[in-house]
């Protein structure tokens, strides 16, 4: 009985690769996961290229679904941009291929070309063309692009050897390369065929994953890889190993594994885990002595090829003579005994029984399990925020590895709802097809469970409880509870919370709230005693998802890394600050909920307010969610409260002919006076800010969609050197494009041009060209901030007090019957004229791109 040997450098022993091996990378953390997986293969071709002058040949396969596919080419990236490589002895091939795609980026070829390929030009270097096989997509037919393939790649891996390193991803199916046990098992020829001593190339088909059809290479080209790395995601590792070879990771110790013992961090080969063949007892020991056998027949063999070992150890089939490879027949290696006469559960039981494969998995947490439990799950901001927050969180691959979510809503109130199949059916599936491809919804749904549960039941609630008490098993249990609700349910939510779903000290609990935080100062402050009846401040995650806008990210550190632009945020530099808020539609489907608090709350109060926080407040002691807060708070005590003679409201055309607000109306008794534009301009009493006028504007159905955060700096005296010029803005832009500009004066270009002769210029920072990838919805960062305990981005209680304390005698006064009527505006306009006559009035002006004052807009402005 003919098989490959590998010499394994630990005491002298000589382990065959029959008796099953692994090896183990584990990482804690999914960047964990990139670095130690691409080190680890540019180790295996630096290694390869120091002690031989020929090509190292890398197979690589592809992934079914984003999360797998993004990990793939995170770590082809990785090892792109590797050094010490010399790309010119690098031979790449796909070990499979998706066929009949409609985009390019569906491509396994595509996926290398932007990952791999990519980063090696970014290097300065290149991977030669003649050195890249990929299947060629011009060919009409299945077959011929099949057939093509098989011929120049066999071709390759003749002259070369056979491959140095194949990667292949272990997939939900428990199928590697696009080989699927569906497929095989579909005809009992096929197995053989995909274990055929040539190097075929299978057509197969798959109906589990996006793009059925599928060409890949036969089995025997990843069994006689000299180095097979398998690729494993984070939920449940340990159990689709087990499943698709027999092999039980989950009860190594680290002190097995490659891990952080070596100066690479865990990138050097160590010692195997050994395991029997499976099947019966009489198999085994049938199997052992044919082994034992072979053993001495190849003693002789061993010794000699012991010096040809590759990086890892392993002897290349070409170490041992082809009559003695021969005693094996392919018939003998597809006729094993598997559990179903089609062949295995997985392909890669078939090559574990014949090859030591390197296994790399996230480290599963045996401390922590995490729940996320959405309460008002059935309703709209669950299946339009929440839900597609936390499967972008999936996505990105940002969730613990041993997390749940839960899902609960009382069934009284949603009657197309009563399982978890009605709730992905019937809410979030036309949402998060928006999102993703099927394989990771497909995933992510068997994350997801639906609990109903009534708040007033007792019973219920308790369920709730030793449901996801069963989940966490004797784990630490971790729950973040998510309120997507309407305000007069917070205060039945944290009590049921409190009294029968509470996991500490066992675990933490974390709760997260939506605004609004009251409709004023008293109802502000008696949510915060109805919440603290039950929760600590430290538990309590108030959104404001302005905060998690990736420009508002951005504030603190553009004032405090730059000293130099810090020093320009002062009342000696800034004549006024305008923050504004404009959306180009109006409040048409929810008006009736819209009129009951209007633009100041809606917006004003909140979104601007926080906005204007970071751009005034002192440094922080530190980043410490606490003493940013601080700051925040300490600014907020400064501000006046708002008077009626600083403000301006309005209200768009046909906003009174919405069916909801005639039925408002017609409740009232009198015309709704409910402001849907609003212009507020505050005074901060401190030294810094002394004098400055804050201009917060806000308004529906305006001209464009946009929010900006604008310092208009002071005006050159007339008289000066360059004469009467524009004022210099620095303008951040929170939506829509992300960006930061500084609008300055610059020498006017031309021959004729005199010296004093310049003009407004634009220093642009557009964070879009910064390649940071996805950038993330503000969301999915608030709730990814809320599963690592981070409260930088939420509202503290006091600062919610504060800002109604700003605000709520203008509203009081806004709001009586004989209050101020709004004024009119038209819908598309920059809001009634007044608005601008008090802007005007603060110091603002309006300028060009050139610097000429008027109204004039453009895309800077």
């Known amino acids: 009985q003919a098989c490959v040997f590998c010499w394994r450098g630990f005491g002298g022993s000589r382990v065959p690769i029959g008796t099953m091996g692994v090896d183990r990378i584990v990482a804690a953390t999914e960047a964990d996961y990139i670095e130690k997986t691409w080190r680890y293969i540019a180790n295996l071709i630096r290694r390869h290229q120091e002690s031989s ?99 120049r790649v066999s071709d390759m891996l003749k002259r070369h050897g056979g491959a140095n390193l194949v990667t292949v991803n272990l997939a939900s199916d428990l199928s590697i390369a696009s080989v699927f046990p569906e497929w095989y098992r579909e005809s009992t020829d096929r197995w053989e065929i995909a274990t055929s001593r040539h190097h075929g190339v299978l057509m197969t088909e798959t109906t589990h994953f996006e793009l059925p059809k599928r060409i890949a290479m036969s089995l025997r080209v990843i069994r006689e890889a ?13 159990s689709m190993l087990k499943d698709s070879s027999g092999v039980d990771i989950s009860d190594m110790t680290m002190a097995d594994d490659l891990n952080e013992s070596s100066p690479t961090h865990g990138m050097q080969p160590k010692t195997s885990y050994t395991r029997t063949p499976r099947g019966d007892d009489a198999s085994r020991r049938s199997y052992s002595k044919s082994l034992s056998a072979t053993l001495n027949a190849c003693n002789e063999i061993l010794h000699e090829a012991s010096a040809q070992r590759s990086d890892r150890g392993r002897f290349s089939m070409s170490a041992v003579p082809e009559d003695f490879r021969r005693k094996r027949s392919d018939s003998e290696d597809a006729k094993e005994n598997f559990d179903h006469p089609g062949g295995p559960a997985s392909p890669l039981s078939y090559i574990m029984k014949y090859s030591i494969v390197t296994v790399v998995h996230l480290h599963e947490d045996r401390e922590n399990h995490y729940s996320i439990i959405v309460f008002g799950a059935a309703g709209d901001l ?144 008696k949510l915060t005693e109805k919440l603290g009846a039950f929760l600590a401040e430290r538990q309590i995650y108030r959104i404001d998802h302005y905060l998690a806008k990736a420009m508002v990210l951005n504030i603190l550190t553009l004032r405090f890394a730059n000293r130099e632009l810090g020093r320009l945020f002062h009342a000696d530099s800034v004549a006024n600050i305008r923050i504004t808020f404009k959306e180009d539609i109006g409040v ?126 002071k005006k050159a005296p007339p008289n000066s050197l360059f004469g009467d010029q524009p004022q210099n803005e620095l303008v951040i832009r929170v939506q829509p494009n992300e960006a930061i500009y500084y609008r300055l004066l610059a020498k006017t270009p031309g021959i004729s041009s005199r010296a004093h002769e310049v003009r407004r210029t634009v220093l642009d920072l557009d964070l879009k060209t910064m390649d940071a990838g996805r950038s993330p919805e503000a969301y999915e960062k608030l709730i990814n901030d809320v599963i690592k305990g981070e409260g930088h981005n939420f509202v503290r209680a006091d600062e919610v007090e504060e800002g109604w304390r700003i605000f709520d005698p203008l509203l009081k006064q806004l709001e009586k019957q004989d209050g101020p009527d709004p004024f009119t505006y038209k819908k598309g306009s920059r809001g009634p004229k007044q608005a601008d006559e008090l802007i005007n009035s603060m110091g603002f002006r309006r300028y060009t791109m050139t610097g000429v004052q008027g109204f004039a807009q453009d895309h800077f402005d």
């Open 382 to 525: 669950a299946k339009k925020k929440t839900i597609p927050a936390i499967f972008n969180l999936y996505m990105s691959r940002c969730l613990p590895t041993n997390v749940h979510v839960i899902c609960c809503d009382d069934l009284a109130y949603h009657g197309d709802i009563k399982d978890t199949g009605d709730l992905w059916t019937n809410r979030y599936q036309k949402f998060l097809e928006k999102e993703g491809g099927a394989t990771d919804r497909e995933d992510f749904r068997k994350m997801l469970f639906f609990v109903p549960i009534k708040l007033d039941d007792a019973e219920t609630m308790s369920k709730l409880h030793d449901f996801v008490r069963n989940l966490s098993g004797d784990l630490k249990d971790n729950r973040v509870f998510y309120l997507a609700q309407p305000p007069f349910l917070f205060e039945h939510s944290v009590r049921a919370i409190r009294q029968q779903c509470w996991s500490e000290p066992g675990g933490w609990v974390r709760v997260i709230v939506e605004k609004p935080f009251g409709r004023d100062l008293e109802s502000a402050q």
């Open 53 to 151: 002058a020929g090509c190292f040949v890398y197979g690589v396969a592809g992934a079914n679904g984003h999360v797998r596919r993004s990990r793939a080419a995170d770590i082809l990236r990785g090892v792109g941009g590797a050094d010490g490589i010399d790309w010119k002895r690098v031979i790449v091939f796909l070990l499979d291929e998706r066929y009949g795609v409609e985009k390019s980026a569906d491509c396994n070829a595509d996926l290398v070309r932007g990952s791999l390929l990519k980063a090696i030009e970014d290097k300065g270097a290149s991977l030669p063309a003649e050195n890249f096989f990929v299947p060629d997509t011009k060919k009409g037919s299945w077959e011929e692009f099949a057939e093509d393939y098989k011929v």
């Open 588 to 713: 048409e489907g929810r008006a009736g909920y819209f009129d009951n608090y209007g633009i100041i709350r809606d917006i004003m109060q909140n979104h601007l307010l926080q906005l204007l926080t970071l751009v005034t407040m002192e440094g922080p002691a530190s980043l410490s969610a606490e003493d940013v807060r601080n700051e925040k708070v300490k600014i907020l005590k400064q501000i006046r409260p708002v008077e009626l003679h600083d403000c301006v409201i309005g209200q768009y055309e046909g906003y009174q002919d919405d069916p909801q607000i005639q039925q408002v109306n017609k409740q009232k008794g009198y015309r709704s006076k409910c402001p849907t534009f609003a212009v507020c301009v505050l005074y901060l009493d401190n030294e810094r800010w002394s004098g400055v006028p804050l201009i917060l504007k806000a308004g529906k159905h305006v001209e464009d969609r946009a929010t900006r955060v604008r310092l208009q700096f």
């Open 226 to 238: 000299k180095n097979i790395v398998v690729l494993l995601g984070g939920q449940s590792a340990s």
